[in-house]
Structures are given as C-alpha cells and as structure tokens.
C-alpha cells in the first residue's frame, strides 16, 4: 500500500513548522473531521482546505480497505466486513463529492454533503 499522502502547501509567515507538521500528521492518519481545529487549515484557501480533506478522506480510505480485506478474509466477521464496506461507500461518495466542489462555478454550485461542508467552509 502506498504512504499516505501529506500537503506540500507553503507555510505563511504566521504559521509555526510545528504547527504545519501537526496538521500533515492528522492529514496522514486519515483523521479528516478534526482538520477544522487547526489554526493552519483555517488559514488556507478553499481549495487548500478541500484538497487537505481529500488527502485525509484518501488516506482513511486506504486504512479502512486495508482492513476490510483482513475482516472479509475470516468467514466469522463477514457482518463486520459488511458494515465497513458500507462505511468505505460513504467515504468515496464524500471524496468524490469533495472533487466536485474543487471545480464548481457559479452557474453550477454542486450539493455537497453537510457533514463535508462543515470541515471545508
């Protein structure tokens, strides 16, 4: 499997290295709910905000299939793998939703699911 995915995003003169580094550590850990806690991703453009919960949606995702593939594995955890793989749908659909809004216009302002319009706005 692949590393997961950090931002390269330039630091403004405000922002502490530390700062940027604690940010990148919960972009990699997949932990995309709590990007809006970071003084750092508040900073950012829109785009730099929904490309930060892209990489961190993509990087959940690849821990979740990861174990999806160990759970469907074992006979006796097919409900649990039944679960996750919903969970996994639900997770690509937002990603995807989060490649939409990257691009929209005025004259096509796409839906966005709220739980990801509250991380990105």
Known sequence: MDQPESTQESQTSQESPQDQSD?????AAGE????????TYRKRSR???I???YQALSNRLDQLVK??????????????AEKMLKEIN???EL??????WLTWTE???????DEVEKVVA
């Open 107 to 113: 004259d096509a302002k796409p839906q966005i699911p």
């Open 47 to 49: 785009q730099g905000r």
């Open 90 to 92: 639900r997770l690509r």
């Open 23 to 27: 940010l990148n550590q919960e972009i």
């Open 67 to 80: 174990v999806f593939y160990e759970l469907a594995a074992q006979e006796k955890s097919l409900p649990a």
């Open 51 to 53: 490309l930060a919960v």
């Open 32 to 39: 995309w709910t709590t990007l809006s806690q970071h003084a």
């Open 95 to 100: 990603r995807d939703s989060l490649l939409l």
